[in-house]
């Protein structure tokens, strides 16, 4: 662990470094461009999972997922043929 909190440390450093090479109007960019920058909320992994379960539901040219995933299967392997010639 204490490795990993190192290299994060190292590059948080070097991010430094390189913006305090940077001209003042680069800075202040820098600083309206963060100071803009919302949280996005931290929602619970399971939540996160469940609000994308049924992403493609209202897809109309997906009925069965099942099908529709042999289907482009079969396309993969019809263009590794022709390319077998």
Do not use: C
């Not at 992994?45 to 109309?60: C, E, H, V």
């Not at 299967?73 to 077998?84: A, D, F, I, Y």
């Amino acid at each position: 662990m204490q490795k990993t909190e190192a290299i994060q440390g190292e590059k948080f450093l070097d991010v430094i470094k390189k913006i305090e090479g940077m001209t003042s109007s680069q800075q202040r960019f820098i600083q309206e461009m963060l100071s803009q920058r919302k949280q996005a909320p931290a929602l619970p992994k399971k939540r996160n999972l469940k609000k994308s379960f049924g992403l493609w539901a209202d897809r109309g040219d997906i009925k069965s997922s099942m099908d529709y995933v042999n289907k482009l299967r079969g396309e993969w392997q019809s263009r590794l043929e022709g390319m077998k010639g």
